[in-house]
C-alpha cells in the first residue's frame, strides 16, 4: 500500500514539474547503476525542486535526505516520511538535536544495504550562486559507517549536476546531468579512516563540478555572471558553460544582440491570464512574502498542484451548474490544454 501511495504522489509530482518548466532534459542516465547500493549527490540551488527532480527522473527507488525543519508538523511528518524523506538535523535546528543525526545515519546505512539510493545534497544548504561550494563530510560518514558494518557492500556514488537556465522566473528549463559512478569503498581506509574525508569529498565535487556551471572566482562572482549573461550564456549545458568561464578574460565585453522574437502564442497566454486571475493574484501576494527566495519555485510548485487544479474545479462545477456537463468537460480540457501551451511556449518573465 505504501510503495502504491509513493508511485501514485511521483506520478502527480512528476506532473506538476511538467507545468513548473518549460522543458526538462536528462543525460547520462547510462550512468546510474541498475542495482545496487548508490548515493546521488546534487548540486543545491532551488531548494525543494532539486529534490524532487532527482528521484522523478530515474527509476532507482530512492529515500532523500531533507531539512527537519520541513518535519516539525505531526501530519506533514508522516506525509513527508510516506514519500521516502528522512528528516536530518543541522546546528541551527539545536544542537542537542544533532545526536538524533546518529539514528538518521544508521537509517542510511540500512538502506544501503538493502541496495537501494540515498539522495543528498553535499553542500549542505541551498544558494542561488551558480558554484559548487564546499562539501558537508554527511555522505562521507554514512559511507564509512556503512562499510564498518558492512565491509563487502559495494557503494557507488553517483554526482548529479542540476542547471537551470532561471533559478527564479517562470516558465524556465533544466537540465539534469548523470554522471560516472563513482566506486566509494576505493577512497575509505577502514584500518585507518580519514576522519576528513579529504580524498572522497574532493572527487565527487570535482565530478559535481564539471555537471553544472562553477564559477571559482568568488571574489568577482557578480562581475563574471555579468559578462556571461552578456555574452548570452546557455546555463543549460555545464560543459560549454565551463569553457566560457574558462575563457572569459578573452571575449570581448561588447553584449551580444539578442533577435527579439514574436512570440504567436501571447493571445493563449493572455487568455490562460484571465482565466487564473484568482489564483495568480494570490501568487503574488504570496511571492512578495517569501523571505528566502531560493524557495520561490517551491512556493510557485505547490501552488500548481494544489491551488490552480482546485480552482479550474470549482470553475467547472460552476459551470456544469449553470450549464452542462458538455460544457463542463469542454473548458476543463480548454483549461488544460491552454496551460500546456502557456507553459511550453511563454518567454521567462515572471
Known sequence: MRNFWYKTVRIYVKIGLFFLFKKVSV??????????????????QNALIDALLIPTTNS????FLTRASAFKIGIVSQILQSLKMIPVFRIRDGIRTMEK??????????????ERGIQIFAEGDHHLERRIRPFKKGFAR?????L???SDLAIYIVPVGINYD???????SASIYYGKPILANQFIDLKNPDLKFTEITSQVSNALKNLTLHIEDSANYDEIIAKLEALNINYLDPFEANKLVENIESYPSEEIVKKEKINWFAPIHFLAKL??????LIWKYVKQNIKDLVFTNTYRFALITTLFPLFYLIQTA???????????IIYLISCIFIGIISAKTMTISQ
Open 27 to 44: 543525460y547520462g542516465k547510462e550512468n546510474i547503476p541498475k542495482k545496487g547500493a548508490v548515493i546521488f549527490i546534487g548540486n543545491h
Open 60 to 63: 532507482r527507488d530512492i529515500h
Open 101 to 114: 543525526n546518529v539514528e538518521v545515519f544508521e537509517q542510511c546505512i540500512e538502506i544501503l544495504k538493502q
Open 142 to 146: 554514512i559511507v564509512l559507517g556503512a
Open 148 to 150: 564498518q558494518k558492512y
Open 166 to 172: 532561471s533559478h527564479l522566473n517562470f516558465p524556465s
Open 275 to 280: 482565466n487564473s486571475i484568482f489564483p495568480l
Open 318 to 328: 460552476l459551470v456544469y451548474y449553470f450549464f452542462n456537463i458538455k460544457f463542463a
